[in-house]
C-alpha cells in the first residue's frame, strides 16, 4: 500500500511518521482492497489542538475517519481504531 503523509502547520519527528506508517501497514491484514493511505496532520492555529485524518483509497470504496485530541499519538491511536472498526464492519 502507497502511504502519503500531509503535514500542516507542525513537523512530524522520524520516531511518529514510523508509527503511522505501521499502523497503516497493519491495516492490511484486515483487508487487501485498498491501494493508497493518505494521512493528514494538522496543529490547530492558536489552539493545542491536533487533527489527523486517514484516508484508505481502493479499486471500489474509500474509507475515511479523523479525530481532534490534544496529541497526536492519541489522534493516531484513536482514527487507527475508526478505520479498523470500519474494516471490521465491512468484512463481516
Known sequence: MKIDIHMLNFEAD???????????????????????????????Q??????????LHGRATDISANTQLGSFDDALESTYEK?????????K
Open 46 to 55: 492558536n489552539s493545542e489542538e491536533f487533527n489527523l485524518e486517514i484516508r
Open 83 to 91: 478505520i479498523l472498526n470500519e474494516l471490521k464492519k465491512r468484512n
Open 14 to 44: 522520524d520516531e511518529f511518521l514510523n508509527r503511522i506508517y505501521n499502523r497503516i501497514k497493519s491495516l492490511n491484514n484486515y483487508s487487501e482492497l485498498f491501494t493508497n493511505a493518505e494521512v493528514f496532520l494538522k496543529k490547530e
